[in-house]
């Protein structure tokens, strides 16, 4: 087959506009997975891409071939034209479209991240890696978080979109959904330490934007306010640090 040269290929232009348009992702209900890695790892459990586009000359030959073999529709693309539909600086010669996941509420809920107003695309996947990692049940997204399926948020979340149900819900639903639960709110004057807490019940925890604090919505819901104790002088932790620290005591807990 011969390579895709041209900038005008309406998959190519379906794939840099998935690739720079939540709006699009969200009509399409498609996403684009870029780089050996993502996408080896998306494969391996079972979600294969609708279509992937290639570089001959960089592409990993390995699962080019393991593509072929499932019968995956592969389209090999000019070294222009793979720079022109990658997000990254270096492109590794392979992007591919993938079906959104569909997860659904776990149920019943015991172990609930509710991410609040979390909006850099970076943090917000460091935090998905970060849950899946610590066994967390659920991730639950305020609708003023970052799109969990742009390509920065996907790199950072490194297969955590496969591994961990991620859920964009209004705070009525998350409300009524952790009703059974104790919700704790992360918060710089929290009155219970972190490692205090009894993770051994159901939880759910809150994890909100570092730089406005706590949104009156997570304020509502919170039934106890929970604090990581930092040295004087330190304002406050990156919210994927703090993720980690709690997730991974409450882990610990768990055995």
Not at 157 to 176: K, L, S
Not at 197 to 222: F, K, P, R
Request: some cysteine; proline content about 6%.
């Amino acid at each position: 087959m011969d390579s895709i040269t041209s900038r005008q290929n309406e998959k190519v232009k379906l794939v840099v506009a998935l690739q720079t348009r939540a709006r699009t992702r969200r009509q399409e209900r498609k996403m684009v997975l870029e780089g050996t890695r993502l996408v080896r790892d998306t494969v391996e459990r079972n979600h294969l891409p609708l279509f992937l586009l290639y570089e001959p000359q960089s592409a990993d030959r390995d699962l080019i071939a393991q593509l072929e073999n499932r019968q995956v529709m592969l389209l090999p693309v000019s070294a222009a034209v793979m720079a022109h539909i990658s997000d990254t600086a270096q492109p590794q010669g392979i992007v591919g479209v993938f079906p959104l996941p569909t997860p659904s509420l776990p149920d019943p809920p015991t172990r609930v991240l509710i991410l609040d107003n979390v909006r850099d695309p970076g943090n917000l996947g460091t935090i998905l890696r970060t849950a899946a990692a610590a066994n967390v049940q659920v991730v639950l997204l305020s609708s003023g978080c970052a799109d969990p399926y742009s390509p920065k948020t996907l790199r950072s979340g490194m297969g955590a979109h496969f591994r961990i149900p991620i859920v964009e819900v209004a705070w009525e639903q998350i409300a009524d959904y952790c009703r059974s639960l104790r919700v704790y709110l992360a918060t710089g004057d929290g009155e219970t330490r972190y490692d205090q807490v009894d993770w051994l019940s159901g939880w759910a925890v809150v994890i909100g934007n570092e730089a406005h604090g706590a949104s009156s919505d997570a304020e509502q819901i919170a039934t106890a306010r929970i604090v990581i104790p930092m040295a004087a002088e330190t304002e406050s932790l990156n919210a994927a640090v703090a993720a980690g620290i709690i997730l991974f005591e409450a882990l610990r807990q768990r055995g």
